[in-house]
């Protein structure tokens, strides 16, 4: 299975940090560009921005000659949305808003082929090298990572249950919605909301399995890390992208204005 092995999952499971960049902008240009600057991973994502399967895939080829892996969240837990993103090549999914382990062992049944699972089989397709993988049906879900993101207090009161479930590769402490969920909306400097994402991270991992988080503030990114999270994006393209013209225009604003 060399042709398809999942680095970024056995990093993770091993405990190795991989920083990541979360994507929103759709062009594949940008994808591009953005793979070859060097992030253990990269996140593709569907929820929150136009993107479908078909901006994905291109997405997917783009990054196909860089060593970042691609982390793909789908617009909602869609077991025929997963299984299509997971036959145009995507190893690595995250599932936003899982909040029950029903929900979890649903995501967990569509990454597989039966007798385990639902996936649908499909005989020549992008993820097993359009028929070169032999063995393809039989290994697939070795090299798929499946990962919840918990982000509201029911996914919390809920939490050892789902990370305790087999068949969940990685759990990810999502700050943005569950500063809402928590009376907090925006604010995940909040007392509670760090408190939470801290107990979060730490009750993943005493389940043995990796713990995620994304932020864009130095101070909850170390204190994500201290607890231990193991996949960690530290920036958002469209923000990064925002904050340097908007940097560059101040300082010409600055020296010739």
């Given at each position: 299975?060399?042709?398809?092995?999942?680095?970024?999952?056995?990093?993770?499971?091993?405990?190795?940090?991989?920083?990541?960049?979360?994507?929103?902008?759709?062009?594949?240009?940008?994808?591009?560009?953005?793979?070859?600057?060097?992030?253990?991973?990269?996140?593709?994502?569907?929820?929150?921005?136009?993107?479908?399967?078909?901006?994905?895939?291109?997405?997917?080829?783009?990054?196909?000659?860089?060593?970042?892996?691609?982390?793909?969240?789908?617009?909602?837990?869609?077991?025929?949305?997963?299984?299509?993103?997971?036959?145009?090549?995507?190893?690595?999914?995250?599932?936003?808003?899982?909040?029950?382990?029903?929900?979890?062992?649903?995501?967990?049944?569509?990454?597989?082929?039966?007798?385990?699972?639902?996936?649908?089989?499909?005989?020549?397709?992008?993820?097993?090298?359009?028929?070169?993988?032999k063995d393809y049906?039989?290994?697939?879900?070795?090299?798929?990572?499946?990962?919840?993101?918990?982000?509201?207090?029911?996914?919390?009161?809920?939490?050892?249950?789902?990370?305790?479930?087999?068949?969940?590769?990685?759990?990810?402490?999502?700050?943005?919605?569950?500063?809402?969920?928590?009376?907090?909306?925006?604010?995940?400097?909040?007392?509670?909301?760090?408190?939470?994402?801290?107990?979060?991270?730490?009750?993943?991992?005493?389940?043995?399995?990796?713990a995620g988080f994304?932020?864009?503030?130095?101070?909850?990114?170390?204190?994500?890390?201290?607890?231990?999270?193991?996949?960690?994006?530290?920036?958002?393209?469209?923000?990064?992208?925002?904050?340097?013209?908007?940097?560059?225009?101040?300082?010409?604003?600055?020296?010739?204005?």
């Amino acid at each position: 299975m060399e042709k398809i092995a999942n680095g970024f999952k056995r990093a993770i499971q091993a405990g190795q940090q991989q920083i990541g960049l979360w994507s929103t902008v759709r062009d594949v240009a940008a994808t591009e560009m953005l793979a070859g600057v060097g992030y253990d991973w990269m996140l593709l994502d569907c929820e929150h921005t136009p993107n479908d399967v078909v901006s994905v895939l291109h997405m997917l080829q783009a990054m196909s000659a860089y060593e970042t892996h691609p982390v793909v969240r789908p617009i909602q837990l869609d077991s025929g949305e997963i299984k299509r993103l997971l036959d145009i090549g995507a190893q690595t999914l995250l599932i936003p808003y899982v909040q029950t382990v029903e929900e979890a062992q649903l995501a967990v049944d569509a990454v597989d082929y039966a007798p385990r699972g639902f996936r649908g089989m499909g005989g020549s397709t992008r993820a097993n090298k359009f028929g070169q993988v032999k063995d393809y049906f039989s290994r697939a879900r070795e090299e798929v990572c499946l990962l919840v993101q918990i982000e509201t207090q029911k996914g919390l009161d809920n939490l050892d249950e789902i990370a305790a479930l087999d068949g969940i590769d990685g759990v990810f402490i999502g700050p943005a919605d569950l500063s809402a969920s928590l009376g907090h909306a925006g604010n995940a400097r909040h007392p509670d909301v760090r408190a939470a994402i801290v107990d979060g991270i730490k009750r993943v991992r005493a389940h043995g399995k990796p713990a995620g988080f994304l932020s864009l503030d130095p101070e909850l990114t170390a204190m994500a890390v201290e607890a231990g999270s193991v996949f960690t994006a530290v920036d958002l393209d469209m923000i990064a992208m925002q904050r340097t013209v908007r940097d560059s225009l101040a300082a010409a604003r600055k020296a010739y204005g």
